[in-house]
């Protein structure tokens, strides 16, 4: 516990703190998973929420509380590398869509005729 709480010991800053939780809140909101100080891998959590957002602000604070706690820049930069990038939509990772295959072979060969014909108030529409 002690080699944990020396670890910890830039978490007694005011400032630093404060940035911890703006990324906190900001993490509840998009992602809808509440982070606590206590947890073991709070800061690669962090790390983690902040590669997969679509928030500016989270980004930003995130890059401005690794500027100021330099250790935190070391276990992160690796492990953004070496993952790659997801799509994820509320949180959740999205299967990759089918549809997007079928539009590329559908441009190269000839154009195949919608299936259903769409009416629409008694007009065909597609």
Known sequence: MTSLASERSWLLDPGLLKLVHQCRRLIRSEFGVKLHLTEEHLEQQL???ASKT?????TR????LQEQVPHLCVETENEEESATPKRLYRGQEIAED????????DSEGEDLPRKKKVIYRGQVVG
């Open 98 to 105: 089918r549809r997007q295959t079928a539009t590329v072979s």
């Open 61 to 64: 604070t995130w890059k401005t």
């Open 54 to 58: 679509r928030s500016s602000h989270l």
């Open 47 to 49: 790390a983690e929420y």
